[in-house]
Structures are given as structure tokens and as C-alpha cells.
Nanobody
Framework: QVQLVESGGGLVQPGGSLRLSCAAS????????MGWYRQAPGKERELVAV???????NYADSVKGRFTISRDNAKNTVYLQMNSLKSEDTAVYYC??????????????WGKGTLVTVSS
């Protein structure tokens, strides 16, 4: 059984930064692709960023150049550094694990989420 626990959310002003963390249990963490998703009020959940086991990354167009996903396999942790935050980044952010090493979108484990609110 894999458990994912997000942290680091909160209230931040537009233009500010936050760093989200996702701590994972289970020795297979270093093998699988990991993703950050978000769901804003009244909207569907969307993929924000993904990182595969080899370290390659991909981002939604809306966050390219502002967000950075990274992972520390020794700590079983994946991060999302969010800079130049905008009000439209307000959402609950979820960490998820893919079934495969490469990203397939077949996420088999999810965290409970952490709320990010961007407001002045």
C-alpha cells in the first residue's frame, strides 16, 4: 500500500511563491512517474506537472516557466515549486503516482490534497 501526503499549501499574494511537498511511503516510489494535479472550485481536475523516474518533466501550458516539479528519491518526496502565482492558480493540489515508470495518466494512488489560495 502506498500513501501520499501533501503539505505546503496556504494563502499567498499574487506574485508570491509556495513550495508543495508530497511524501510517499513505499519502496517503489523511485520507479514510478509522479504527477501534481489541481482542481479549482467548479472546475475539473487538471494535470499541472509530471516527472518520470529518470527525471524528465512536463508541464501544463498554464504553468510553464512558473512551476517546477522535482523529486528526491532518497527522501521519497516530490516537490512543486510555484513562483509568480496568479489568482487562477487557486485550487486544491493533489499528488499522484502513476502505475508505470513513464507517465500514462493511469494514477493508482492519490494524496488527499493541499489547498493553495492566491489572493491579496
Amino acid at each position: 500500500q502506498v500513501q501520499l501526503v501533501e503539505s505546503g499549501g496556504g494563502l499567498v499574494q499574487p506574485g508570491g511563491s509556495l513550495r508543495l511537498s508530497c511524501a510517499a511511503s513505499g519502496s517503489i516510489f523511485s520507479i514510478n512517474a509522479m504527477g501534481w494535479y489541481r482542481q479549482a472550485p467548479g472546475k475539473e481536475r487538471e494535470l499541472v506537472a509530471v516527472i518520470i523516474s529518470g527525471g524528465s518533466t512536463n508541464y501544463a501550458d498554464s504553468v510553464k516557466g512558473r512551476f517546477t516539479i522535482s523529486r528526491d528519491n532518497a527522501k521519497n518526496t516530490v516537490y512543486l515549486q510555484m513562483n509568480s502565482l496568479k489568482s487562477e492558480d487557486t485550487a486544491v493540489y493533489y499528488c499522484a503516482k502513476d502505475r508505470e515508470q513513464l507517465y500514462t495518466g493511469g494514477m493508482d494512488y492519490w494524496g488527499k490534497g493541499t489547498l493553495v489560495t492566491v489572493s491579496s
